[in-house]
């Protein structure tokens, strides 16, 4: 009976998703005997791994960062940013385990992960493909309007913004394991995730007003700054419902540990992108993906945060400028 831990991105559907699909996949086709943990790992700052990270018989990431340790077996991200150091990545392709998958063009950990266990070990996820067709949806943004995704009628995308608010380690757990036991609907209609929503839902049309406030749009760029609101987690769709003709959104927040800057381009007018976010964020130490990314700084940096801002913003405007 090894005991397989997965770590795996929190607060997040596709990193959720991906925890319960892998572990179905290694009871299905490498040991019906394993027995699993999960622990949720956060984008901040500082060390990523701590001693003791991978102290699992079997240790396994997904959708997170990359490490060079040893004792990582199974590792499966799509993230741009994956590598936390030019030597980690020389590492991989260097020496990539046998079982480590990376794919930067994958919308969602969830969806290569599942095809990957489908070509390399013949995993049939057949009985999952809804859950994946919707990781795939919300982490690639694919969702139809900004009004879908904003408005939030569908189950996925109700427990998407259940799963980014939900910090009860309990139902962490209970919410993987579901993701994979019960349908997208049953899961929405359980009262722990009706009861917590209905508190967010109503602090989400709270914070559409609040963002409609605080923002401001200049030459194709959404720019708000919530810092002074307690607005730590809020929809990232809400200022393209708000202003659906912009090509990029510039936000600045503030949570208990740590002033951020998000950036993100129009999902909706992807062909009129022209800058590499993950390449901007880079440059001032954050990263993601190339429609979207952040910079985590420190909360007494949060000055800095709106420096930072306003720089990318400009930036930002001259690009779209030559944007159609
Ligand atoms: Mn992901």
């Not at 996949?25 to 791994?49: E, Q, R």
């Amino acid at each position: 009976m090894p005991r397989v831990k997965i770590l795996y991105h929190d607060n997040c559907f596709d990193g959720a998703t991906s925890a319960s699909l892998f572990s179905r996949f290694y009871a299905a086709k490498v040991d019906p005997t394993a027995t699993f943990t999960f622990a949720g790992k956060a984008h901040g700052l500082g060390t990523i791994y701590d001693e003791g990270s991978f102290d699992g018989d079997v240790n396994v990431v997904v959708d997170f960062r990359y490490s060079a340790d040893a004792k990582l077996e199974w590792w499966f991200d799509h993230h741009v940013s994956a590598f936390p150091s030019a030597a980690d990545e020389a590492n991989f392709k260097a020496h990539p385990g046998a079982h480590q998958y990376f794919n930067p063009t994958a919308r969602s950990c969830a969806k290569f992960l599942a095809e990957t266990c489908a070509q390399k070990f013949g995993w049939d996820f057949s009985k999952f493909s809804d859950l994946v067709h919707w990781a795939d949806i919300i982490d690639g943004a694919q969702f139809e309007s900004p009004r879908a995704a904003v408005e939030l009628a569908e189950p996925a995308l109700q427990l998407m913004t259940w799963v980014e608010n939900n910090h009860d380690p309990a139902l962490k757990l209970r919410f993987i394991d579901a993701l994979t036991t019960h349908t997208l609907a049953e899961i929405a209609a359980e009262p722990y995730v009706t009861g917590a929503l209905a508190p967010i839902l109503k602090k989400h049309k709270g914070s559409i007003d609040v963002i409609r406030a605080r923002s401001t749009y200049d030459r194709k760029v959404v720019s708000f700054d919530v810092a002074e609101d307690g607005l730590d987690a809020y929809n990232k769709f809400v200022p393209y419902y708000l202003y659906p003709e912009c090509h990029y959104v510039v936000g600045v927040s503030l949570g208990p540990s740590r002033a951020k800057v998000s950036v993100g381009s129009n999902p909706w007018h992807q062909q009129k992108r022209t800058v590499n976010i993950a390449a901007v964020c880079e440059r001032y130490g954050g990263g993601g993906h190339p429609v979207v990314g952040a910079i985590s700084l420190k909360t007494s940096d949060l000055p800095r945060a709106r420096e930072v801002a306003a720089e990318i913003a400009e930036e930002l405007r001259i690009a779209a400028l030559k944007e159609v």
